[in-house]
């Protein structure tokens, strides 16, 4: 059952990739909407799993990456750190709402606010190390233009999966 969720899951995420704004070096999309979705409701094993799912899928030819792109050039290329940041945006959701079976909005917002910061340095610190962009360049480039996309995306997670903790148990599969 957890190997279904979690192939669903990938599936959900490669469509919300497909949902780009063209910003600079780094698109805008819906995936870090999903990878949120994904990381409150589902236990770490399987949003991880999730995660492993696209990323395989991408690899091997399937165009679920930003744009439909493909390969491992989008892996190791100067998204690619956004891309790899997605298992610990999962993680820190899992750790920060560990024995939490119905938290509240606001720890959901808040958890998923700091996930996504640290999902979004992640991908900052690849894109200047990858691109040799100086520390202002890449946060203006790889950072600031994302900050209230992703507190508009995660006022969404929390309004999707607030609701929908009460019908599942993290911890069960």
């Keep these: 059952m957890g190997l279904i969720i979690s192939a669903q899951?990938?599936?959900?995420?490669?469509i919300s990739a497909q949902l780009?704004?063209?910003i600079a070096f780094v698109p805008l999309t819906l995936q870090t909407l999903m990878?949120?979705?994904?990381?409150?409701?589902?236990p770490f094993k399987l949003s991880g799993i999730s995660i492993a799912i696209y990323q395989f899928l991408g690899l091997v030819g399937f165009p679920v990456f930003s744009g439909g792109q493909t390969g491992i050039a989008v892996i190791l290329g100067p998204t690619g750190g956004?891309?790899?940041?997605?298992?610990?945006y999962c993680w820190l959701v899992h750790w920060l709402l560990a024995n939490r079976l119905q938290p509240r909005l606001s720890i959901i917002l808040g958890i998923n606010t700091v996930a996504s910061l640290g999902q979004l340095l992640i991908g900052t610190a690849w894109l200047t190390v990858g691109q040799h962009l100086s520390l202002e360049q890449g946060l203006l480039a790889g950072l600031l233009p994302f900050i209230i996309p992703a507190l508009l995306k995660i006022l969404i997670v929390g309004l999707i999966s607030?609701?929908?903790?009460?019908?599942?148990n993290r911890y069960a599969w």
């Design 20 to 22: 780009t704004i063209p």
């Design 9 to 14: 899951m990938a599936v959900l995420l490669a």
């Design 35 to 42: 990878v949120g979705i994904i990381a409150t409701l589902l």
């Design 162 to 168: 607030q609701p929908l903790l009460q019908f599942t």
């Design 82 to 88: 956004y891309i790899w940041g997605f298992y610990g």
